[in-house]
Nanobody
Framework: QVQLVESGGGLVQAGGSLRLSCVAS????????MGWFRQAPGKEREFVAA????????EYVDSVKGRFTISRDKAKNTVYLQMDNLKPEDTAVYYC??????????WGQGTQVTVSS
């Protein structure tokens, strides 16, 4: 079964940057539309960004447009999320998975991002 491992989170001040990585245990997901999601305390998990297999088609939730950049390296089975100009409201556990629910695999542990004001 494909496993997803997220890393790169941490504690950062508002205005700072972090780069998240998500490594898949198999190349299966290389052809999938992959996404980053986040879940803040007491809230539902929400979509953040997605990228298609070629990297040509990309979408973001409005609240992160212009600040976050999603990318992927198929040779490394890895999807990245560069997060700049972070805000306290970005504080959440970040997860990656297939963007389409019908293609999703079991969720990983996620990586905690905490932005202090």
């Amino acid at each position: 079964q494909v496993q997803l491992v997220e890393s790169g989170g941490g504690l950062v001040q508002a205005g700072g940057s972090l780069r998240l990585s998500c490594v898949a245990s198999a190349r299966t997901l290389n052809n999938y539309y992959m996404g980053w999601f986040r879940q803040a305390p007491g809230k539902e998990r929400e979509f953040v960004a997605a990228i298609n297999w070629s990297g040509v088609s990309i979408e973001y939730v409005d609240s992160v447009k212009g600040r976050f950049t999603i990318s992927r390296d198929k040779a490394k089975n890895t999807v990245y999320l560069q997060m700049d100009n972070l805000k306290p409201e970005d504080t959440a556990v970040y997860y990656c998975n297939a963007a389409r629910r019908s293609s999703q695999v079991p969720w990983g542990q996620g990586t905690q991002v905490t932005v202090s004001s």
